[in-house]
Protein backbone atom coordinates (compact mmCIF):
# COMPACT_ATOMS: atom_id res chain seq x y z
CA UNK A 1 0.00 0.00 0.00
CA UNK A 2 1.34 3.35 -0.63
CA UNK A 3 2.47 5.87 1.95
CA UNK A 4 -0.45 7.96 3.26
CA UNK A 5 -0.23 11.96 2.26
CA UNK A 6 -1.29 14.73 2.80
CA UNK A 7 -2.40 17.25 0.50
CA UNK A 8 -2.94 20.29 2.68
CA UNK A 9 -1.89 22.97 -0.21
CA UNK A 10 -3.81 20.84 -3.02
CA UNK A 11 -7.33 20.59 -0.95
CA UNK A 12 -7.16 24.35 0.05
CA UNK A 13 -6.27 25.35 -3.54
CA UNK A 14 -9.59 23.46 -4.69
CA UNK A 15 -11.81 26.90 -4.44
CA UNK A 16 -15.94 25.57 -2.69
CA UNK A 17 -18.00 23.39 -5.09
CA UNK A 18 -22.13 25.11 -5.50
CA UNK A 19 -24.47 23.56 -2.76
CA UNK A 20 -26.06 21.98 -5.60
CA UNK A 21 -25.35 20.40 -8.54
CA UNK A 22 -28.42 21.59 -10.33
CA UNK A 23 -27.18 25.42 -10.53
CA UNK A 24 -26.53 27.31 -13.51
CA UNK A 25 -23.40 29.54 -12.30
CA UNK A 26 -20.15 28.71 -13.95
CA UNK A 27 -18.04 26.00 -12.17
CA UNK A 28 -16.01 27.27 -9.83
CA UNK A 29 -12.64 25.66 -11.31
CA UNK A 30 -12.07 24.12 -14.98
CA UNK A 31 -11.21 20.86 -15.88
CA UNK A 32 -7.92 21.77 -17.18
CA UNK A 33 -6.79 23.84 -14.12
CA UNK A 34 -8.29 20.82 -11.90
CA UNK A 35 -5.98 18.24 -13.75
CA UNK A 36 -3.16 20.70 -13.35
CA UNK A 37 -4.01 20.29 -9.53
CA UNK A 38 -4.08 16.70 -9.84
CA UNK A 39 -0.52 16.92 -10.84
CA UNK A 40 0.43 16.77 -7.70
CA UNK A 41 -1.10 13.64 -7.07
CA UNK A 42 1.10 10.75 -5.46
CA UNK A 43 1.03 8.05 -8.18
CA UNK A 44 -0.29 5.68 -6.61
CA UNK A 45 -3.27 7.75 -5.89
CA UNK A 46 -3.77 9.19 -9.29
CA UNK A 47 -4.40 5.51 -10.53
CA UNK A 48 -6.93 4.91 -7.69
CA UNK A 49 -9.09 8.00 -8.75
CA UNK A 50 -8.61 7.34 -12.38
CA UNK A 51 -10.39 3.46 -11.33
CA UNK A 52 -13.03 5.57 -8.70
CA UNK A 53 -13.39 7.60 -12.35
CA UNK A 54 -14.13 4.23 -14.63
CA UNK A 55 -16.51 2.86 -12.34
CA UNK A 56 -18.59 6.14 -11.98
CA UNK A 57 -18.88 7.21 -15.76
CA UNK A 58 -21.72 9.76 -15.77
CA UNK A 59 -22.47 7.98 -19.28
CA UNK A 60 -24.11 5.01 -17.20
CA UNK A 61 -26.41 7.25 -14.71
CA UNK A 62 -29.65 6.36 -14.99
CA UNK A 63 -29.10 2.96 -17.19
CA UNK A 64 -28.88 -1.20 -17.01
CA UNK A 65 -25.70 -2.01 -15.92
CA UNK A 66 -23.22 -3.90 -18.23
CA UNK A 67 -23.36 -6.24 -15.60
CA UNK A 68 -20.34 -8.65 -16.91
CA UNK A 69 -17.90 -5.69 -17.58
CA UNK A 70 -18.83 -3.65 -14.24
CA UNK A 71 -18.25 -6.49 -12.03
CA UNK A 72 -14.94 -6.93 -13.82
CA UNK A 73 -13.44 -3.74 -13.51
CA UNK A 74 -15.09 -3.31 -9.57
CA UNK A 75 -13.22 -6.73 -8.78
CA UNK A 76 -9.99 -5.72 -10.79
CA UNK A 77 -9.97 -2.08 -8.96
CA UNK A 78 -11.61 -3.63 -5.43
CA UNK A 79 -8.32 -4.03 -3.19
CA UNK A 80 -6.88 -0.38 -4.99
CA UNK A 81 -9.56 1.33 -3.86
CA UNK A 82 -9.95 -0.23 -0.45
CA UNK A 83 -6.51 0.55 0.30
CA UNK A 84 -6.39 3.76 0.04
CA UNK A 85 -10.13 4.09 2.02
CA UNK A 86 -12.31 5.04 -1.31
CA UNK A 87 -13.83 1.86 -1.64
CA UNK A 88 -17.44 3.41 -0.19
CA UNK A 89 -17.30 6.37 -2.53
CA UNK A 90 -17.92 3.43 -5.49
CA UNK A 91 -19.68 0.85 -3.78
CA UNK A 92 -22.79 2.86 -2.80
CA UNK A 93 -23.88 4.52 -6.47
CA UNK A 94 -23.11 1.18 -7.92
CA UNK A 95 -25.43 -0.11 -5.96
CA UNK A 96 -28.05 2.37 -7.10
CA UNK A 97 -27.40 1.17 -10.41
CA UNK A 98 -28.14 -2.05 -8.97
CA UNK A 99 -31.40 -1.31 -7.77
CA UNK A 100 -32.14 0.87 -10.52
CA UNK A 101 -31.55 -1.77 -13.26
CA UNK A 102 -33.54 -4.28 -11.05
CA UNK A 103 -36.94 -1.88 -11.44
CA UNK A 104 -35.65 -1.51 -14.92
CA UNK A 105 -36.25 -5.68 -15.47
CA UNK A 106 -38.99 -5.68 -13.15
CA UNK A 107 -40.98 -3.14 -15.34
CA UNK A 108 -40.46 -4.93 -18.55
CA UNK A 109 -41.80 -8.51 -16.63
CA UNK A 110 -38.65 -9.52 -16.69
CA UNK A 111 -38.58 -13.01 -14.33
CA UNK A 112 -36.16 -12.76 -11.09
CA UNK A 113 -32.42 -13.09 -11.61
CA UNK A 114 -31.59 -17.49 -11.42
CA UNK A 115 -30.33 -18.49 -8.11
CA UNK A 116 -26.39 -17.96 -7.59
CA UNK A 117 -26.01 -15.30 -10.88
CA UNK A 118 -24.22 -11.91 -10.29
CA UNK A 119 -26.34 -9.43 -11.46
CA UNK A 120 -25.65 -6.15 -9.71
CA UNK A 121 -23.39 -4.72 -6.81
CA UNK A 122 -24.21 -4.68 -2.88
CA UNK A 123 -25.45 -6.69 -0.11
CA UNK A 124 -28.95 -6.88 -1.24
CA UNK A 125 -29.03 -9.07 -4.38
CA UNK A 126 -30.33 -11.86 -2.50
CA UNK A 127 -32.87 -10.12 -0.60
CA UNK A 128 -34.34 -8.40 -3.57
CA UNK A 129 -34.30 -11.64 -5.29
CA UNK A 130 -36.46 -13.00 -3.10
CA UNK A 131 -38.81 -9.78 -3.12
CA UNK A 132 -38.97 -9.73 -7.02
CA UNK A 133 -43.07 -8.94 -6.83
CA UNK A 134 -42.96 -6.48 -4.91
CA UNK A 135 -43.31 -2.94 -6.53
CA UNK A 136 -39.61 -1.98 -4.62
CA UNK A 137 -38.56 -5.15 -4.28
CA UNK A 138 -38.27 -5.45 -0.62
CA UNK A 139 -35.84 -2.53 -0.29
CA UNK A 140 -37.83 0.50 -0.29
CA UNK A 141 -37.21 1.39 3.40
CA UNK A 142 -33.41 1.02 2.72
CA UNK A 143 -33.86 3.56 -0.49
CA UNK A 144 -35.88 6.11 0.09
CA UNK A 145 -35.95 7.50 -3.31
CA UNK A 146 -36.61 4.34 -4.78
CA UNK A 147 -40.60 5.42 -5.09
CA UNK A 148 -39.62 8.39 -7.17
CA UNK A 149 -37.33 6.53 -9.54
CA UNK A 150 -39.96 4.18 -9.47
CA UNK A 151 -42.61 6.45 -10.72
CA UNK A 152 -40.08 8.55 -13.56
CA UNK A 153 -39.53 5.06 -14.98
CA UNK A 154 -43.14 3.92 -15.22
CA UNK A 155 -44.05 7.75 -16.77
CA UNK A 156 -40.85 7.52 -19.07
CA UNK A 157 -39.35 10.37 -17.65
CA UNK A 158 -35.73 10.36 -17.58
CA UNK A 159 -34.51 13.37 -17.37
CA UNK A 160 -36.06 13.32 -14.10
CA UNK A 161 -34.63 10.22 -13.37
CA UNK A 162 -31.20 11.21 -13.86
CA UNK A 163 -31.69 14.21 -11.98
CA UNK A 164 -32.70 12.33 -9.03
CA UNK A 165 -30.17 9.66 -9.17
CA UNK A 166 -26.72 11.77 -9.22
CA UNK A 167 -28.82 13.91 -7.01
CA UNK A 168 -28.30 10.99 -4.58
CA UNK A 169 -25.17 10.53 -5.39
CA UNK A 170 -24.42 13.91 -4.59
CA UNK A 171 -25.96 13.77 -1.10
CA UNK A 172 -24.31 10.77 -0.49
CA UNK A 173 -20.73 12.11 -1.45
CA UNK A 174 -21.68 15.68 0.72
CA UNK A 175 -22.62 13.33 4.00
CA UNK A 176 -18.88 11.49 3.75
CA UNK A 177 -17.33 14.64 3.79
CA UNK A 178 -14.49 14.85 6.40
CA UNK A 179 -14.04 18.67 7.61
CA UNK A 180 -10.26 19.51 8.41
CA UNK A 181 -8.88 16.55 6.75
CA UNK A 182 -6.56 17.28 3.44
CA UNK A 183 -5.73 13.72 2.51
CA UNK A 184 -6.83 11.87 -0.47
CA UNK A 185 -9.93 10.50 0.20
CA UNK A 186 -10.86 14.06 0.50
CA UNK A 187 -9.53 15.28 -2.97
CA UNK A 188 -11.17 11.99 -4.42
CA UNK A 189 -14.98 12.76 -2.96
CA UNK A 190 -14.16 16.75 -4.26
CA UNK A 191 -13.06 15.52 -7.72
CA UNK A 192 -16.09 12.95 -7.79
CA UNK A 193 -18.87 16.05 -6.74
CA UNK A 194 -16.82 18.38 -9.36
CA UNK A 195 -17.34 15.74 -12.18
CA UNK A 196 -21.24 15.38 -10.97
CA UNK A 197 -21.58 19.18 -11.75
CA UNK A 198 -20.00 19.31 -14.87
CA UNK A 199 -21.94 16.16 -15.79
CA UNK A 200 -24.99 17.92 -15.30
CA UNK A 201 -23.95 21.33 -16.95
CA UNK A 202 -23.28 19.35 -20.33
CA UNK A 203 -26.14 16.82 -19.81
CA UNK A 204 -28.29 19.90 -20.22
CA UNK A 205 -26.25 21.34 -22.81
CA UNK A 206 -26.62 17.95 -25.04
CA UNK A 207 -30.61 18.28 -24.27
CA UNK A 208 -30.71 21.98 -25.47
CA UNK A 209 -29.02 21.20 -28.59
CA UNK A 210 -31.25 17.95 -29.00
CA UNK A 211 -34.23 20.30 -28.44
CA UNK A 212 -32.94 22.43 -30.55
CA UNK A 213 -32.66 20.51 -33.52
CA UNK A 214 -35.65 19.20 -33.17
CA UNK A 215 -37.13 22.86 -33.69
CA UNK A 216 -35.30 23.83 -36.52
CA UNK A 217 -36.21 20.21 -38.41
CA UNK A 218 -40.08 20.91 -37.57
CA UNK A 219 -40.14 24.26 -38.63
CA UNK A 220 -38.44 23.25 -41.59
CA UNK A 221 -41.52 20.76 -42.74
CA UNK A 222 -41.25 19.63 -46.17
CA UNK A 223 -37.93 21.62 -46.49
CA UNK A 224 -35.87 19.98 -44.38
CA UNK A 225 -35.93 16.73 -47.38
CA UNK A 226 -33.89 18.59 -49.46
CA UNK A 227 -30.68 19.05 -46.98
Known amino acids: MAARHQYVALRTSLPALPATPFGREALPISAIRLERRLGDLHPAHREALTALERLLDWRHLGKALPTDTYLRRFRAAEPQLAAHGVL ?11 VVAALRRHARGEPAPAAGARWG ?13 EPLLGVGAVF ?4 EARNHLQEHRPR ?3 RLLLGERWRMLARTRRYGHFDFRE ?17 NAEAAGRRLQAGIEQGLGHYRRLF
Open 88 to 98: DLVAVPLEMHT
Open 121 to 133: FGPRLAHMRAHWD
Open 144 to 147: PWLA
Open 160 to 162: ELE
Open 187 to 203: VARYVLQWRLVAAWRRY
